[in-house]
């Protein structure tokens, strides 16, 4: 089984950055994507970014488009998401999710039932003057 942990978030000013990490162990050797999604009270879970298993395939929602960018690092099993000029809307906590339904140039960028899994615990991320 596939056991992921998010880790990087914090409290950070409007404008400032910070760098998400997704760390997977377990059963590494299934090729997977990984969907990173965020959550406010009262909300929805949304798709944030997703890359493919051999990162070259990536998406964004449109609100983080031009902002945030992520990678992963196969040899590490680790995906990155840098959050950069980042504002209050982008508060929320932030989950990392695998699918393993691949795709050679994109990725899902919805939390569907039946898709992604192995959900970590979430790492708050708080946008605050």
């Known amino acids: 089984q596939l056991h992921l942990v998010e880790s990087g978030g914090g409290l950070v000013q409007p404008g400032g950055s910070l760098r998400l990490s997704c760390a997977a162990s377990?059963?590494?050797?299934?090729?997977?994507?990984i969907g990173w999604f965020r959550q406010v009270p009262g909300k929805g879970r949304e798709g944030v970014s997703c890359?493919?298993?051999?990162?070259?395939?990536?998406n964004y929602a449109d609100s983080v488009k031009g902002r945030f960018t992520i990678s992963r690092d196969n040899a590490k099993n680790t995906v990155y998401l840098q959050m950069n000029n980042l504002k209050p809307d982008d508060t929320a906590v932030y989950y990392c999710a695998a699918d393993w339904i691949l795709y050679p140039y994109t990725c899902l960028l919805l939390p569907l039932k039946g898709r992604y899994g192995s959900w970590g615990q979430g790492t708050q991320v708080t946008v605050s003057s």
């Open positions: 377990g059963f590494t050797r299934d090729k997977y994507a």
């Open positions: 890359i493919n298993d051999n990162g070259r395939g990536t």
